[in-house]
């Protein structure tokens, strides 16, 4: 959303944060981003251990989800990198989407979040042998199916309107992602028994059921000890 | 005076002020131009009206509205494919199991939507007439012959997409209604509703994109800067319509970077993010065709 004041100001040498905080004017009117100041007003704890998110409320659910999106891209962007041998043209084409998108999942939290954002987190993914499919398509669909349970778990914490509807915008990508990589190890398990229940409902998990498998691929361990986790 | 504080002050006296208003983003967007063409003096006075616009417009449905919305939405997605299932040589033998779990998924969604209703002293809705054709009744609408074994892939799979991703986007758009019904229940149940809520709307997303797979169409929407519709049925270009925004939060994300550090495609941009229909937008686009009126 751009006016023709943003436009007439904007120009290119105007930094990527203040642009966007600027942008976020219209953030703010919405509800999106509750303030308009440019003081940073979500000091993020940084242990030894790691990182939390911080006090309990839409900033800290925000940066959960850019934990994940930031885990989720750093995984595409090393397969695209370092394809399984043998990899079809169409998997290639299609797991080179799924890292776009995770891309722009992350950009977008990073850029909405401008000063309080948690900083990037390095990945650990040695467990994870790139070079077969069946090990990466099945991190894939643990990564993606972790992603959905994430949002639809997380949902009910979030305070603002918009951001409720911007996770769900997300979460819906994801459970696309996801039924296409179980459909890709397995035909038609897209909406299996592991991830839906018998009332045709997909599976939730809470901030600390999915902060402790995240943090099993991050060496930047992320807590949310306002959240009942605090990392091993 | 800092106009962009205004929201902020305003909550202290009304705390569900960005509730009520966030219904009528549209006209909230408005303030930022405004702010630049009319004097500041001028601004609050506007703003005010624009106050008691929102909120007499914004009614926001009840709990169980929102749910016998969703029972009516599920009743026409099960309705479809229990028809489809027992239609003669239609669904190939390959992809009868494939079909099938989808089956399963709604036909649960209409026992659970009737149980929770059910549960919190509601009434819930009877099933809609229906046409699948999309003729209101007349059997005889454009998507005639969709049971008919040989259209599977030409008809039936196709009105199948539109109804999962309308579905996707139909539950989306209730997110914040229900947050706005947050404060009228108990806390357990304002979470059992929503998580309940975006459950279903992420397995409709998983069926949408098994669909798509089947078709041949890429899992997820991607939409032109000009068409949200990417399936190539024009009759549901209502149904697409929207997909191809690309702001979110404020944000046009075709800026943000990609991963070689360039601006993001437009196809990309609208694939990442599924966009909300409201529900006067949803019933627009079935009652009267596959809904019968």
């Given at each position: ?232 | ?118 549960s919190v002293g509601g009434t819930p809705a009877t099933a809609p007439t229906v046409d699948f054709t999309a003729g209101n009744g007349s059997g005889n609408g454009p998507f005639k012959g969709l049971f008919t074994a040989g259209n599977y892939t030409s008809l039936f799979l196709k009105v199948a997409l539109a109804f999962e991703d309308t579905g996707v986007r139909a539950y989306k758009g209730q997110a914040e209604n229900i947050l706005g019904n947050k404060s009228k229940v108990t806390a357990d149940l304002y979470k059992t509703v929503l998580t309940s809520a975006l459950s279903i709307h992420a397995v409709e997303a998983r069926h949408a994109s098994a669909i798509r797979s089947l078709l041949g169409v890429t899992p997820w929407i991607t939409s032109t800067a000009s068409k949200g519709n ?64």
């Amino acid at each position: 959303m751009k006016t023709e004041s943003q436009e007439s100001i904007s120009g290119a040498n105007i930094a990527r944060r203040s642009f966007l905080r600027y942008a976020g004017v219209g953030i703010a009117a919405a509800g999106l981003l509750a303030t308009a100041s440019c003081t940073k007003d979500h000091p993020i704890i940084t242990t030894n251990k790691g990182i939390d998110i911080g006090a309990t409320g839409d900033l800290a659910i925000l940066n959960y989800a850019y934990a994940l999106e930031q885990l989720e891209a750093a995984f595409y962007t090393q397969v695209v990198l370092t394809p399984y041998s043998g990899i079809p043209a169409n998997e290639l084409a299609l797991l080179t989407s799924i890292r776009d998108h995770e891309i722009l999942h992350r950009e977008f939290f990073k850029a909405a979040l401008g000063a309080n954002a948690i900083p990037a987190l390095t990945v650990d993914f040695s467990s994870i042998n790139f070079k077969d499919r069946a090990a990466t398509l099945g991190a894939a669909k643990a990564f993606e199916d972790t992603g959905v349970t994430a949002y639809d778990g997380a949902g009910y914490l979030i305070g603002g309107g918009a951001y409720l509807t911007l996770a769900g915008k997300i979460v819906s990508v994801e459970a696309r992602h996801a039924a296409l990589i179980s459909n890709l190890l397995v035909r038609g398990s897209f909406a299996a028994s592991d991830q839906v229940d018998a009332n045709g409902l997909n599976k939730s998990a809470s901030i600390a059921e999915v902060l402790k498998i995240a943090n099993t691929y991050l060496k930047t361990k992320v807590s949310a000890s306002n959240y009942n986790y605090v990392a091993a | 005076m800092n106009l962009f504080n205004i929201v902020e002050e305003i909550e202290k006296i009304d705390p569900d002020f960005s509730d009520k208003v966030n219904p009528r983003r549209a006209a909230i967007k408005n303030i930022t131009s405004f702010g630049s063409k009319v004097a500041m003096a001028a601004v609050p006075f506007a703003f005010g009206t624009m106050i008691k616009r929102a909120v007499a417009q914004t009614a926001v449905p009840s709990v169980v509205d929102i749910l016998n919305y969703a029972l009516t939405l599920e009743y026409l997605e099960s309705g479809f494919y229990n028809a489809g299932v027992a239609a003669p040589g239609l669904i190939p033998a390959a992809d009868l199991a494939y079909i099938k779990d989808i089956q399963d998924d709604e036909n649960n969604h209409v026992t659970f939507l009737t149980n929770v209703i059910k549960s919190v002293g509601g009434t819930p809705a009877t099933a809609p007439t229906v046409d699948f054709t999309a003729g209101n009744g007349s059997g005889n609408g454009p998507f005639k012959g969709l049971f008919t074994a040989g259209n599977y892939t030409s008809l039936f799979l196709k009105v199948a997409l539109a109804f999962e991703d309308t579905g996707v986007r139909a539950y989306k758009g209730q997110a914040e209604n229900i947050l706005g019904n947050k404060s009228k229940v108990t806390a357990d149940l304002y979470k059992t509703v929503l998580t309940s809520a975006l459950s279903i709307h992420a397995v409709e997303a998983r069926h949408a994109s098994a669909i798509r797979s089947l078709l041949g169409v890429t899992p997820w929407i991607t939409s032109t800067a000009s068409k949200g519709n990417d399936t190539g049925v024009s009759l549901v270009d209502g149904n697409y319509d929207g997909e191809q925004n690309v702001t979110q939060g404020g944000v046009d994300v075709t800026t943000l970077k990609n991963a070689s550090g360039g601006s993001t495609s437009v196809a990309v941009a609208t694939a990442s993010f599924d966009e909300p229909l409201s529900m006067s937008q949803v019933l627009a686009l079935l009652v009267g065709s596959f809904i019968v009126k």
